[in-house]
């Protein structure tokens, strides 16, 4: 095998860009020139990417839940992200998301439990995404037993 290069793009506009590669030439730190062999050397890259447009949170469903609940949420771009559920105390429950996400939209469970995997108690809890980028946003949910 051989080492894979990747080469960000971004597409701009509606159309569909054609990237064409040839003549590569690969250079390593010390000014060695390396064998390259292209592949496929036309890429079609589709601009038609379903990329959400801005951070969103949706409504927990199901609200009111037993056992579990769902919250969807949208990352315009790479980002660091945290969802975290509070009691009505303001008391970190626990952390069901906290890590960098790539732009995209994703789905996370709840089963009502804390961050030592012991079942909490009915009642109203919140729950807020915040992002690297300065997102902030907060919901409520009611868990039922």
Known sequence: GGTLLLIPVTVVGAEEPKISLSDVMIVNRV???LPAVLGDAT????AKVDVPTSFS????????FNPTTTISYEVPRQA????????MLGQEV???VDEVKPA???TVRWDGSNGRGQDVASGIYLYRM???TGFSESKRMTLLK
């Open 31 to 33: 000014g060695h020139v």
């Open 43 to 46: 890429v079609t890259v589709s």
């Open 80 to 87: 660091h992200v945290s969802l975290i559920i509070y009691n």
């Open 94 to 96: 626990v952390r069901i």
């Open 130 to 132: 915040t992002s690297s």
């Open 57 to 64: 949170m949706s409504a927990a469903h199901p609200n009111p």
């Open 104 to 106: 995209g939209r994703y």
